[in-house]
C-alpha cells in the first residue's frame, strides 16, 4: 500500500519523501518546548532516519506516512496510518460484506491507528490537527473500509488526550507498563477509538469543529 495525497482548505497531507527532510527539520526546531513526550527529531541526521524508517514502514505495509502541509504550501509536521491489521477471520460462512480481507491480494486493512502525528508550535492549537484527523478518519472509514481506528498517547500527556477526546474519540482505559516513552521512561499509554458505527457522529462533530457546511450544531 502507498499513502495517496489527501486535503482539504485548511491542510494537505502529502506522501511522505525525503524531500521533506528539511522541511520537518525547520517546522521541528520552531520551539521544541511542547515535544518532551514526542520522539521529534532534533537534527538533519536525526531527521533523515525518522523519514527513511516511516518509508521502509511503508514498504513493509506497516505503515503510510504523510507530511501535514498548511496553507501556503508551509511544512508543519507529520502523521501516519500505522499499525495496518488485517484479522484472520474464522472458517465457514462470513455474514460481513467484503469479508475476509488478505493483505497479500492487497486488500486495505481491518484496523489502522494514526500515530506519530507532530506538528510545529506554531501549528499547535490551530485548526489543522481536527482537520488532518477528519482527512484520515474519512479516507480510513470511507476509502478504506475499515472496521476500527485507534488513537493512544502518552498517558502523561494530558494536552493529546484532551485533543484526542475533542475529536469525539471514546476512550478505552489505559495500559501499563506498555511501551518506552521518549523520556526514556516505561510509560502507560492511553487508548481511544472511533468504529465504523460511530463515524457518521464523529464525521458531523469533525465537520462542525472546522466550521464545514453539512456540521452540526
Not at 521502509?56 to 496553507?71: E, K, S, T, W
Not at 511544512?75 to 491489521?85: C, I
Request: charged share 20%; with cysteine; glycine share 8%.
Amino acid at each position: 500500500m502507498r499513502a495517496l495525497l489527501l486535503e482539504t482548505p485548511l491542510v494537505r497531507l502529502e506522501p511522505l519523501a525525503l524531500a521533506h527532510v528539511d522541511a520537518l527539520l525547520v517546522a521541528a526546531m520552531e520551539n521544541r518546548a511542547t515535544y518532551g513526550l514526542a520522539p521529534v527529531p532534533r537534527d538533519e541526521p536525526g531527521m533523515r532516519g525518522y523519514v527513511e524508517q516511516a518509508l521502509a514502514d511503508q514498504a513493509a505495509d506497516r505503515a503510510l506516512p504523510y507530511a501535514i502541509v498548511a496553507p501556503g504550501a508551509r511544512v508543519v509536521g507529520s502523521v501516519r496510518l500505522m499499525n495496518l491489521e488485517w484479522w484472520r477471520w474464522p472458517e465457514g460462512p462470513i455474514l460481513v460484506a467484503g469479508e475476509p480481507r488478505s493483505e497479500g491480494a492487497g486488500d486495505p486493512p481491518d484496523v489502522v491507528e494514526i500515530g506519530h502525528a507532530w506538528l510545529a508550535a506554531s501549528a499547535q492549537r490551530t485548526a489543522i490537527f481536527t482537520a488532518l484527523c477528519a482527512l484520515l478518519c474519512a479516507h480510513s472509514f470511507d476509502d478504506l473500509r475499515v472496521h476500527r481506528v485507534t488513537l493512544k498517547t502518552d498517558a502523561r500527556n494530558q494536552r493529546s488526550r484532551t485533543a484526542i477526546a475533542r475529536l469525539g474519540a471514546q476512550f478505552e482505559g489505559v495500559l501499563r507498563s506498555h511501551l518506552p516513552a521518549a523520556d526514556g521512561v516505561v510509560r502507560d499509554t492511553a487508548m481511544f477509538s472511533i468504529v465504523r458505527a460511530e463515524w457518521p457522529a464523529v464525521r458531523a462533530r469533525l465537520e462542525a469543529l472546522q466550521g464545514l457546511p453539512g456540521g452540526g450544531a
